[in-house]
């Protein structure tokens, strides 16, 4: 059974703190931590807020500055590590261990990159990564329990059934003209498509044309074909795409290009392509444009892929199974706290915010 009382570390990406909340439906989760001043909104949770009660999710907030926090009032912390980056006062607080804590890395590389008390306090937690070529540098640097976990997808994105009724490609893309670094992002790519299918390809950008979840997953069932033409770049840093989980649970079909340290063909087996070759990507999008026939074999074979790796039903063992060995962690530590606090030579000098 999953905690009851789940906190989510912030600041953190809006993104993250949906799909938790998805993964706990019944009880939710607490953002606690100040809201990072960013400019683009990322963390601007006060926005979402009525929007994630229509979705039926509970989330609670609670902004308050870190040492004003009682972490031990929770039954799981979830710690993303890029925290470090979007508040500073965090790094004054980052040591504290008053609960079971899990670690969530989303763009991060290396672990070193923490204070060291941090990397010293979670080596041995449970560390959830999200880009598989960042896996082995947490592996040899002294982790001892790392793995790859996909996010869940929320339940309305298999509510409504796939259309393709706007006969268009469509891709998702936001912050292109704000935060994205454009050479990596597949425009040429799409540029060329658009070329090709003059009125039939559609880029969003959340950014500028903001749609709520809903009209996401509305926007996504009407499309013929979803594209992700990401480009490679660095070693291979990609997570696998949160939009990318979601247009396969929209039960979009899927044009992909093949990425070094992350294949999209991984997730493609007779419901879309994934390639490099433009030609071959061009032939499949006009298909489906042309073909809805074809297109909706694609699509129904997206939906069951998608449901038997995305759903909260898919992914809530895998996640029971980091809370749970987060949870065997802290009360092994409390019980070698206990053991160490019973010597009265030692007493006194014990921090019980401590991590040894």
């Known amino acids: 059974m999953l905690p009851k009382r789940i906190a989510v570390l912030s600041p953190t990406t809006i993104q993250f703190v949906e799909k938790m909340a998805c993964l706990n439906p019944r009880h939710g989760v607490h953002i606690v931590g100040p809201s990072a001043r960013d400019q683009f909104g990322w963390n601007d949770y006060e926005r979402r807020m009525a929007e994630w009660r229509d979705l039926g999710l509970k ?25 470090l980056e ?56 002294g982790c001892a329990d790392v793995s ?22 469509v891709m998702v893309l936001s912050g292109r003209r704000k935060w994205r670094r454009q050479e990596h992002h597949g ?40 594209l992700v033409l990401d480009e490679p770049y660095g070693n291979g840093e990609r997570p696998l795409s949160l939009v990318f989980t979601e247009a396969l649970s929209a039960a979009c079909p899927v044009a992909a290009r093949d990425l070094p340290g992350l294949s999209y063909g991984d997730y ?24 809805i026939d074809f297109a909706r074999q694609c699509s129904d074979i997206s939906r069951a892929i998608a449901r038997s790796l995305f759903t909260t039903e898919a992914l809530l063992p895998v996640y029971q199974a980091a809370f749970d060995r987060a949870a065997d962690i802290w009360l092994r530590r409390q019980n070698d706290r206990t053991h160490y606090l019973s010597r009265p030579t030692v007493r006194s000098r014990f921090n019980t915010n401590s991590f040894g």
């Open 59 to 83: 989330v609670q907030l609670d902004s308050r500055p870190y040492d004003a926090i009682d972490f031990a009032e929770y039954d799981l912390l979830i710690e993303t590590f890029e925290t």
């Open 86 to 141: 979007f508040e500073s006062s965090w790094r004054e607080n980052c040591t504290r261990y008053e609960c079971p804590v899990i670690v969530k890395a989303c763009w991060t590389r290396h672990p070193m990159e923490a204070p060291p008390g941090y990397f010293d306090k979670i080596k041995s937690l449970p560390i959830l990564l999200e880009m598989p070529a960042h896996l082995w540098n947490w592996e040899t640097c």
């Open 148 to 169: 790859l976990v996909f996010n869940p997808v929320g339940d309305w994105w298999f509510a409504g059934e796939w259309t393709g009724a706007d006969e268009r490609a």
């Open 187 to 226: 425009l040429e790519t799409f540029e060329r498509l658009a070329a090709d299918f003059p009125n039939r390809i559609y880029l969003h950008d959340g950014a500028e044309n903001y749609r709520t979840a809903r009209q996401m997953a509305e926007l996504l069932r009407g499309a013929r074909v979803f």
């Open 268 to 291: 493609i087996n007779g419901n879309g392509i994934c390639t490099n070759d433009y030609a071959e990507l061009r032939d499949f999008v006009g298909r489906c444009l042309d073909d």
